[in-house]
T-cell receptor, first 118, second 115 residues
């Protein structure tokens, strides 16, 4: 079946522009996560949804970052007034369940969106 | 707080030789451990995970990992490396007790398999 998809794959923005990054999770997956991966680093957690509810947004670096998942499927990560430090790969992951144990908790990742802010 | 350490930025190994990519972790409760692989311009691909049970976990592409509770380690291994295994490898942990759902990743180890 289809995996997690993300669009666009690449985005170049001028400093100050707003951007929107889209994530289509695996069909039926309850949980959806956004991570930010800076160059040469591991992914870092941004925010988490269970269905349409945003249960954890503790990783969002500033109030310029906003995420939504209005119908419990597709999610959008929006960054307002982009800054150069926002340049990174933004990864989306989904899992069948939020619960820790078993296969349900395994997160499957999309290819990411590489954002470059000039 | 949870943390993961991958002490080696780069591991070089000759094709056909065994490989080990090291990972140590810190959690307050019981760990839920993962290995992911990342190829250029692609997302993270799941390799294997440990929850409970046998300390030796087998995963995709012939990889395996050994959970060692006393050493808080979860090293990734493969008996015979292939050139196609060259990629960036990430170890990650979740703390089951706290119910904290996000993964905490290490910085990654770049594996280079030389023909």
């Amino acid at each position: 079946g289809a995996g997690v998809s993300q669009s666009p794959r690449y985005k170049v923005a001028k400093r100050g522009q707003d951007v929107a990054l889209r994530c289509d999770p695996i069909s039926g997956h309850v949980s959806l996560f956004w991570y930010q991966q800076a160059l040469g680093q591991g992914p870092e957690f941004l925010t988490y949804f269970q269905n349409e509810a945003q249960l954890d947004k503790s990783g969002l670096p500033s109030d310029r970052f906003f995420a939504e998942r209005p119908e419990g499927s597709v999610s959008t990560l929006k960054i307002q007034r982009t800054q150069q430090e926002d340049s990174a790969v933004y990864l989306c992951a989904s899992s069948l369940s939020h619960r820790g144990g078993g296969a349900l908790g395994t997160q499957y990742f999309g290819p990411g969106t590489r954002l470059t802010v000039l | 707080a949870q943390s993961v350490a991958q002490p080696e930025d780069q591991v070089n190994v000759a094709e056909g030789n065994p490989l080990t990519v090291k990972c140590t972790y810190s959690v307050s409760g019981n760990p839920y451990l993962f290995w992911y692989v990342q190829y250029p311009n692609r997302g993270l691909q799941f390799l294997l995970k440990y929850i409970t049970g046998d300390n030796l976990v087998k995963g995709s592409y012939g990889f395996e990992a050994e959970f060692n509770k006393s050493q808080t380690s979860f090293h990734l291994k493969k008996p015979s490396a292939l050139v196609s295994d060259s990629a960036l490898y990430f170890c990650a942990v979740r703390d089951l007790i706290s119910g904290n759902t996000p993964l905490v990743f290490g910085k990654g180890t770049r594996l280079s398999v030389i023909a």
